[in-house]
T-cell receptor, first 112, second 111 residues
Framework: NAGVTQTPKFRVLKTGQSMTLLCAQDMNHEYMYWYRQDPGMGLRLIHYSVGEGTTAKGEVPDGYNVSRLKKQNFLLGLESAAPSQTSVYFC???????????FGEGSWLTVV | EDQVTQSPEALRLQEGESSSLNCSYTVSGLRGLFWYRQDPGKGPEFLFTLYSAGEEKEKERLKATLTKKESFLHITAPKPEDSATYLCAVTLSGGYNKLIFGAGTRLAVHP
């Protein structure tokens, strides 16, 4: 019963490097989301997808790109990492636009 | 601007000391209000969804209530294992299923 799985769990990047965070869900959910969580600011939506092949911007999309080539996977990319992107990233999914959103365990990213 | 505010930021309780956490919201149109629990180093874990004023949901020592402007998470006779950060979030009517989160309340229950 995996739910939402994120990889990697921890990563340290140098400024300017690129990387991809992978999210996989096994609940056949249509909607998938990427959030970041920073101290004192709550969770903020980066990008989301309403189905395979679709993506859309959330509240804080700058510096990130996403892709949803398969229904079960949602990738978050950082093309040129900046220290301001040091954060905890959470992937989430929901069956429809009105169902409960379920979260993964998080990916800790440090950009030095 | 749509906003969710949680208070207090942190709360320390003795085991068995009941209390309430507050979530106030200012949004254009509420579709639903969610409560999540988050343990250190973990993702948010779903607790409750409330959709209309007057609605209540219970789970073990937790009870969530909703009014037109705020929600309360009541914790009755808490135990140390209830220690966590409790997050409140709202979804808006119309548009996609966007969750707007509050900053959370850090709860510590001491034996």
């Amino acid at each position: 019963n995996a739910g939402v799985t994120q990889t990697p769990k921890f990563r340290v990047l140098k400024t300017g490097q690129s990387m991809t965070l992978l999210c996989a869900q096994d609940m056949n959910h249509e909607y998938m989301y990427w959030y970041r969580q920073d101290p004192g600011m709550g969770l903020r939506l980066i990008h989301y997808s309403v189905g395979e092949g679709t993506t859309a911007k959330g509240e804080v999309p700058d510096g990130y790109n996403v892709s949803r080539l398969k229904k079960q996977n949602f990738l978050l990319g950082l093309e040129s990492a900046a220290p301001s992107q040091t954060s905890v990233y959470f992937c989430a999914s929901s069956y429809t636009a009105w169902n409960t959103i379920y979260f993964g365990e998080g990916s800790w990213l440090t950009v030095v | 601007e749509d906003q969710v505010t949680q208070s207090p930021e942190a709360l320390r309780l003795q085991e068995g000391e009941s209390s309430s956490l507050n979530c106030s919201y200012t949004v254009s149109g509420l579709r639903g209000l969610f409560w999540y629990r988050q343990d250190p180093g973990k993702g948010p874990e779903f607790l409750f969804t409330l959709y209309s004023a007057g609605e209540e949901k219970e789970k073990e020592r937790l009870k969530a209530t909703l009014t037109k402007k705020e929600s309360f998470l009541h914790i009755t006779a808490p135990k140390p294992e209830d220690s966590a950060t409790y997050l409140c979030a709202v979804t808006l009517s119309g548009g996609y299923n966007k969750l707007i989160f509050g900053a959370g309340t850090r709860l510590a229950v001491h034996p």
